[in-house]
């Protein structure tokens, strides 16, 4: 697997800022990322913080219109031009949220965010495989979660031990 273009490492460190900084984190997906951003949620589950993700577009919705300042929506799609995600997205933003993507560069959803990590990875359809661009979505997150737990410090980092053990 390989990115056709380098991702951009200003916008990964940005990210890593809103998230550390935010007081909830949901994770919006559809389709062929609804399962990543399960995935996701699991993985920032354990950072103390409260998580979610919505694979539903009426759940999404009304999350949207009920947003909070100081929380995060991170929006994940292979194509970011899923028309329903983006109307989600622009009620996000009416309500100043916080939109961080992780989407193909220029797309619809990605002119919304606030904040946009472009994934460009060709896709295989005529063999089955995973999805590309699922894996590289996976690998994104892992990054920014790395990020977290290394900005939050080492007693963070003691209590994600603690978790370990358990």
Do not use: W
């Amino acid at each position: 697997m390989y990115s056709t273009k380098p991702l951009n490492t200003t916008n990964i460190n940005r990210a890593i800022d809103l998230l550390t900084q935010a007081k909830k984190i949901p994770f919006f997906g559809l389709a062929s990322s609804a399962a990543v951003t399960h995935g996701d949620m699991s993985k920032f589950f354990r950072f103390y913080i409260p998580v979610l993700y919505f694979v539903d577009v009426m759940m999404q919705h009304i999350y949207c219109i009920n947003y909070r300042y100081g929380n995060v929506v991170i929006c994940i799609l292979p194509t970011g031009r899923m028309q329903n995600l983006v109307e989600q997205a622009k009620v996000a933003k009416a309500n100043d949220a916080i939109i961080i993507t992780i989407i193909t560069a220029n797309s619809s959803l990605a002119q919304i965010a606030s904040l946009s990590i472009a994934i460009t990875v060709p896709e295989y359809t005529n063999i089955y495989m995973p999805m590309v661009s699922r894996l590289a979505q996976l690998t994104l997150i892992d990054v920014l979660a790395t990020g977290f737990i290394l900005r939050r410090g080492q007693n963070f980092r003691d209590n994600l031990k603690r978790l370990k053990d358990i």
